[in-house]
C-alpha cells in the first residue's frame, strides 16, 4: 500500500488554466504539507496543515490554495497557472511528534506551457 | 538565513571510493530532529536516518555511517565503498521544536562513476 499518494505524476497545461493535485495519506499522520521543488532542486514548504488546520502558509501567491478536507487529504489547488510556476510539487506527512520523519509523495512534475 | 546549509553542490566520486557529504544547522532550540534523504534520478524522496538533538551517538548501517556533532552544528553522512546506485541527490534536514516545518539543505548532487 502506497502510504503517501499524489496525483497526477505528470501535469502539463497551459498558461492561465486551473488545476488541482490531490494528495492523500494513509499512516494515520495528523501533518501535512506542500513542498515546492524548483529547477535547482531546492525544496521549499508552502503549507503545512495539522488536524486539518493551516499552520504554515509561506509566502506563496493566492493563486495556490490548500484544501484538506480530513486529516487525510492535502489537496492543492492553482489557479490562473503562470510558467514560473512550473516545478516539481511534492506531498508530505508526518507525526507533530517531531522525533519522526516526513513521508513524502511521488512528486507532480507541472509543466506550464 | 540558511537553517541548513549543504556547502557541496556536486561530487564526483569513482566507484568503490569512500565519500562524506557535510550538513551543517543552525537552531536556537535545544530540542531538534535531523534527517538525511536521498533523491535518485527517479525523483522520489527516500528518507535514511534521522537523529534527534540528544542522541550524539554516531550510527553505521551498512556502507552508510553518519557523524553527529552538536559542538559543530555538523551532521555529515559518509558512504563506504561507494556504487554507482548511489548517484543521487542526498538532503540534509532539520526540524524544530516547533515542528511545523522540515527546513532543507540545496541538496549535494553525488555522482558516482563505474
Known amino acids: 500500500d502506497t502510504a503517501v499518494s499524489q496525483t497526477p505524476k505528470y501535469l502539463v497545461t497551459q498558461m492561465g488554466n486551473d488545476k488541482s493535485i490531490k494528495c492523500e495519506q494513509n499512516?494515520?499522520?495528523?501533518?501535512m504539507y506542500w513542498y515546492k521543488q524548483d529547477s535547482k532542486k531546492f525544496l521549499k514548504i508552502m503549507f503545512s496543515?495539522?488536524?486539518?488546520?493551516?499552520?504554515i502558509n509561506e509566502t506563496v501567491p493566492n493563486r495556490f490554495s490548500p484544501k484538506s478536507p480530513d486529516k487525510a487529504h492535502l489537496n492543492l489547488h492553482i489557479n490562473s497557472l503562470e510558467l514560473g510556476d512550473s516545478a516539481v510539487y511534492f506531498c508530505?506527512?508526518?507525526?507533530?511528534?517531531?522525533?519522526?520523519?516526513?513521508?513524502f509523495g511521488q512528486g507532480t512534475r507541472l509543466t506550464v506551457v | 538565513a540558511q537553517k541548513v546549509t549543504q556547502a557541496q553542490t556536486e561530487i564526483s566520486v569513482v566507484e568503490k571510493e569512500d565519500v562524506t557529504l557535510d550538513c551543517v544547522y543552525e537552531?536556537?532550540?535545544?530540542?531538534?530532529?535531523l534527517f538525511w534523504y536521498k533523491q535518485p534520478p527517479s525523483g522520489e524522496l527516500v528518507f535514511l536516518i534521522r537523529?534527534?538533538?540528544?542522541?550524539?551517538q554516531n550510527e553505521i548501517s551498512g556502507r552508510y555511517s553518519w557523524n553527529f556533532q552538536k559542538s559543530t552544528s555538523s551532521f555529515n553522512f559518509t558512504i563506504t565503498a561507494s556504487q554507482v546506485v548511489d548517484s543521487a541527490v542526498y538532503f540534509c534536514?532539520?526540524?524544530?521544536?516547533?515542528?511545523?516545518?522540515?527546513?532543507f539543505g540545496t541538496g549535494t548532487s553525488l555522482t558516482v562513476i563505474p
Open positions: 508530505a506527512s508526518s507525526i507533530r511528534d517531531r522525533d519522526t520523519e516526513a513521508f
Open positions: 499512516l494515520g499522520h495528523d501533518t
Open positions: 496543515y495539522n488536524n486539518k488546520e493551516l499552520i
Open positions: 537552531t536556537r532550540d535545544t530540542t531538534y530532529y
Open positions: 537523529r534527534n538533538s540528544f542522541d550524539e
Open positions: 534536514a532539520l526540524s524544530e521544536n516547533t515542528g511545523n516545518q522540515f527546513y
